[in-house]
């Protein structure tokens, strides 16, 4: 069992910055990857970004390329979203996601990770 603790949302204007957390813990494997997934109000949740344990990252989403960046720190099972200027289409809940094993990057990429966290409100005010 793995355990994704989420921090770091809240209320930010436009043109702002934020940084989100995720802490991994439990039962983690050697080969895994941690992403970072965002569902807004009405809309499916979509993937925004992941990264393996080795550094490999995956495309961004179109929406937040070049103002997102995803980073980790792998001594502390931890997982970062910085998110710069920041747009109101940005608001909505952000999800961590960890998969790990056998197929672990595709399944991530495709939605199907192994463990979500609980997922954290991020809005951006105009």
């Known amino acids: 069992q793995v355990q994704l603790v989420e921090s770091g949302g809240g209320l930010v204007q436009a043109g702002g910055s934020q940084r989100l957390s995720c802490a991994a813990s439990?039962?983690?494997?050697?080969?895994?990857?941690m992403g970072w997934f965002r569902q807004a109000p009405g809309k499916d949740r979509e993937l925004v970004t992941a990264i393996t344990w080795s550094g490999t990252v995956a495309d961004y989403a179109d929406s937040v390329k070049g103002r997102f960046t995803i980073s980790r720190d792998n001594g502390k099972n931890t997982v970062y979203l910085q998110m710069n200027s920041l747009k109101p289409e940005d608001t909505a809940v952000y999800y961590c996601?960890?998969?790990?094993?056998?197929?672990?990057?595709?399944?991530?990429?495709?939605?199907?990770?192994?463990?979500w966290g609980q997922g954290t409100q991020v809005t951006v005010s105009s």
């Open positions: 996601a960890v998969a790990q094993g056998s197929t672990f990057w595709t399944r991530l990429l495709n939605g199907r990770p192994d463990y």
């Open positions: 439990g039962r983690i494997l050697s080969s895994y990857a």
